[in-house]
């Protein structure tokens, strides 16, 4: 009995995770953030720079696909922008809203990977797929950190950016299929485009806290200046006649 009842709590504590994994997500997240903005951003930056960077998975993409011919290369080359939001568009966002419509379109590229996957690769295996899927769950929590940092745990609704589309047919033809494969080298393009705008942005955030902390410093040393200058009125020395005994 008692075996038996140890069994069911276990199971149900399982149970419990399983249909709580959101929040139990979430609170390793907080216990894993920095609470250094510097730090966060210098991660983002490197994590953005290297996720921009083809030879990271579009490079792979069309040599494991064939489609490493001038004539197919530059078709792969025409990204699919209409995946993903504009560098202006992001720029125009405030912070908290560049954050989560980043988060959200990853969230959307997440997506995109998997049908890719499915649709285009089957049974061949493209290391750098995985890869990338890690990356960017890894920068999508460091982006959660710094959304925590300026909201303090509060929530603002932003609009999500357009998501690209998951659906693969069921039984695709021959051209279908070579259709499907251009379609997924366009999504990376796009994908690989979205994080280059991405790094941009995130350079001109340290840019920012770069000059604001110049300006701070050269403040301080001009108000210490002011308190040392000397004043302008000299006490003229008082001669051995004007002393009174």
């Known amino acids: 009995m008692q075996a038996q009842h140890t069994r069911r709590l276990l199971l149900s504590l399982v149970l419990g995770l399983l249909f709580l994994s959101p929040v139990v997500e979430a609170a390793v997240a907080m216990r894993r953030c920095s609470s250094s903005y510097t730090q966060l951003l210098s991660q ?7 996720m921009k960077d083809t030879g990271c998975l579009l490079e792979p993409y069309i040599r494991l696909q064939g489609l490493n011919t001038p004539i197919l290369r530059r078709s792969c080359m025409e990204c699919s922008d209409s995946a993903f939001p504009s560098k202006d568009a992001l720029g125009a966002l405030s912070r908290h809203a ?4 980043v988060s959200a379109t990853l969230g959307s590229v997440l997506q995109g990977l998997h049908a890719l ?24 929590n460091n982006i959660y950190c710094m959304s925590e940092l300026f909201t303090k745990g509060s929530e603002m ?5 357009p998501r690209p589309s998951t659906e693969a047919p069921l039984t695709p033809s021959a051209q279908d299929t070579f259709q499907a494969k ?39 040393l001009h108000k210490g200046a002011r308190r040392a200058r000397p004043s302008g009125r000299v006490r003229r020395p008082v001669s051995m006649g004007q002393l009174s005994w």
């Open 157 to 161: 609704k932003t609009p999500e950016a």
């Open 182 to 220: 251009m379609e997924g080298c366009q999504f990376l393009c796009g994908y690989h485009s979205f994080m280059g705008s991405v790094e941009q942005i995130f350079r001109k955030w340290g840019d920012s806290s770069s000059r604001n902390r110049r300006h701070s410093s050269r403040r301080a």
């Open 44 to 50: 983002l930056q490197s994590q953005a720079y290297l």
């Open 117 to 140: 996957q499915q649709k285009c690769l089957k049974a061949k295996d493209l290391p750098e797929l995985h890869m990338a899927i890690e990356n960017i769950r890894g920068i999508r």
């Open 98 to 101: 560049f954050l989560h419509s």
